[in-house]
């Protein structure tokens, strides 16, 4: 066998080990080197032993040791990792979170097919779909996505694919995962759930029955604002499809990237553990204060899918979602006041940072698209990090009150 230090550590990344334990040891099976911190290997090409061990290696695109393109062995250690954290039989990691859906369609999408995707989707993801719609032959139906019955209602005979995002991003709008996947199951058709915004530490949407669980690993799996990436996991027969497709359009994770993202994990859940913490506490003050019209935040009773929350989640994540009285202006001059908090796009990271949704992240979108996503204008998304949570309420309630 080519990888006999690999085998021997294989039980190293069983599932029956703590999520915790998983978090820094999940990988271990990808690192027969022996250092405790992984080396980065560069090499884009591999020696091969003899002819047989090469003809073999160049039939199996999940060769970390044949060209880079089909991926190296810190991409290898990152999937494995988040393989073991979504106990998934395998993951596929990518360039970005965009590129693994973008593989994940044209993987499964084919001409004449039809895919569902909810309203609020990631803005860029929606413009993906509605992109390949166009050029490919696709039918795409957006549905509001907290009601199971519109996804019931929006199936065909040739729909083959459910495209959801729970939570939304912004919207923090959940979806019934379980009840969706008995659905597509019934269907016939595959259920794919972007679980970005929760985490594995919060959500395992692979648990409640879907097919393939996604993540725009530039959040929170790489958690420190310092690494873009996709990744997705699922059943080994899945994963086959879509690294066949993805060794052929190319959106390879570099070698260094997936070590960030690696390093990342290990402390994902001391992160999200506290990302959770604080942005209960903030949700709440920001619920209690006289200039906010209105928190959305899964882990809040007020959210109006707060029993599905508990149900689903284990954390209410680190995402809040808030828009003050004065709507637009308002919500501008809260960003112009703050200090500690950054006016930033993306989210996730252990930083503090806040975006204006209606002219930053969904810009791209019309004023009707952003209507139909639930983004009024006035509408602010906090990404909350890992700072003391005192801090962060006393920069909010100057921000707030210095207007
Ligand atoms: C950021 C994000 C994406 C896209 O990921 P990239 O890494 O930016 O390509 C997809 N879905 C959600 C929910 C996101 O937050």
């Not at 060209?67 to 988040?82: D, K, Q, T």
């Not at 530490?201 to 996604?214: C, E, R």
């Amino acid at each position: 066998m080519d990888e006999p230090a690999a085998k021997s550590a294989a039980h190293l990344a069983t599932p029956a080990m703590a999520f915790n334990t998983r978090c820094v040891h999940g990988g271990d099976a990808r690192n027969p080197s022996g250092h405790v911190s992984p080396p980065i290997c560069l090499s884009t090409a591999f020696v091969l032993p003899d002819p047989e061990i090469g003809a073999r290696r160049a039939a199996d695109v999940s060769s970390d040791e044949f060209y880079g393109r089909w991926g190296s062995r810190n991409a290898r250690e990152f999937e494995s990792l988040i393989a073991s954290l979504e106990e998934a039989d395998e993951a596929v990691a990518a360039a970005s979170g965009l590129a693994i859906i973008g593989t994940i369609a044209q993987t499964f999408l084919r001409h004449g097919d039809h895919c569902i995707a909810s309203y609020d989707s990631y803005a860029e993801v929606r413009i993906l779909l509605q992109d390949l719609a166009e050029r490919g032959g696709i039918e795409i139906t957006f549905v509001r996505s907290t009601d199971t019955q519109n996804f019931a209602n929006a199936l065909r005979p040739n729909t083959r694919l459910i495209f959801t995002e729970t939570p939304a991003n912004p919207t923090l709008n959940l979806v019934d995962i379980q009840a969706l996947a008995n659905l597509s199951r019934a269907a016939g058709c595959l259920l794919v759930v972007d679980s970005t915004f929760a985490s594995p530490v919060n959500q395992q949407p692979l648990a409640w029955g879907a097919d393939i669980v996604v993540h725009s690993a530039t959040k929170y799996l790489g958690g420190h604002s310092d690494a873009v990436a996709g990744v997705c996991a699922g059943s080994a027969a899945l994963m086959a499809q879509v690294r066949h497709s993805f060794s052929f359009h190319g959106p390879h994770l570099d070698p260094f990237t997936a070590w960030l993202l690696c390093r990342g994990v290990r402390t994902l859940h001391l992160r999200v553990r506290q990302q959770n913490a604080n942005a209960l506490h903030l949700a709440r003050f920001l619920e209690a204060h006289a200039a906010v019209a209105q928190v959305m935040y899964p882990g809040l009773s007020s959210h109006p899918q707060y029993r599905l929350a508990q149900q689903q989640m284990r954390g209410g994540g680190g995402m809040v979602c808030f828009s003050l009285k004065g709507g637009r202006d308002a919500a501008l001059a809260l960003l112009d006041n703050l200090r500690l908090i950054k006016m930033a796009v993306s989210l996730g990271g252990v930083s503090s940072t806040l975006t204006h949704p209606g002219s930053m992240t969904h810009n791209l979108l019309s004023p009707a698209e952003r209507a139909l996503a639930g983004i009024d204008e006035g509408l602010l998304r906090f990404s909350v990090g890992i700072e003391e949570a005192v801090d962060l309420e006393r920069d909010l309630a100057q921000g707030l009150n210095g207007r």
